[in-house]
């Protein structure tokens, strides 16, 4: 599984963002998919994962009704929509697969370059 984020930037605090997880597999849609981010100094976050159907989604409690994981399967990709970005989501951003849950952080592997997001205040 080769997976490659784009769609970071520099945006100001309440701005939007929308990433984007390519893969370059032909199995995409049979395996779950996930975002990361991590901040300097900071520990890795499970941000959301989703299904492989794209049925069943999972967010973060610090970003639930702020962003949105998506999937469209014909173009072997997932999506991040990031709403009311603030300071705090400032990081790298990386997707991961998961053969097993959505949900449950240690199931992701395959991790895919990352992408940086800078929000300003």
């Known amino acids: 599984v080769q997976l490659q984020a784009s769609g970071g930037g520099l945006v100001q605090a309440g701005g939007s963002l929308r990433l984007s997880c390519a893969s370059s597999?032909?199995?995409?849609?049979?395996?779950?998919t996930g975002w990361f981010r991590q901040a300097p100094g900071k520990e890795r976050e499970f941000v959301a994962g989703i299904s492989w159907t794209g049925t069943s989604t999972w967010h973060a409690g610090s970003v639930k009704g702020r962003f949105t994981i998506s999937r469209d399967n014909a173009k072997n990709t997932v999506y991040l929509q990031m709403n009311s970005l603030k300071p705090e989501d400032t990081a790298v951003y990386f997707c991961a697969a998961s053969f097993g849950s959505w949900y449950r952080e240690e199931d992701f592997g395959s991790w895919g370059q990352g992408t940086q997001v800078t929000v300003s205040s």
């Open positions: 597999g032909r199995t995409f849609s049979t395996y779950a």
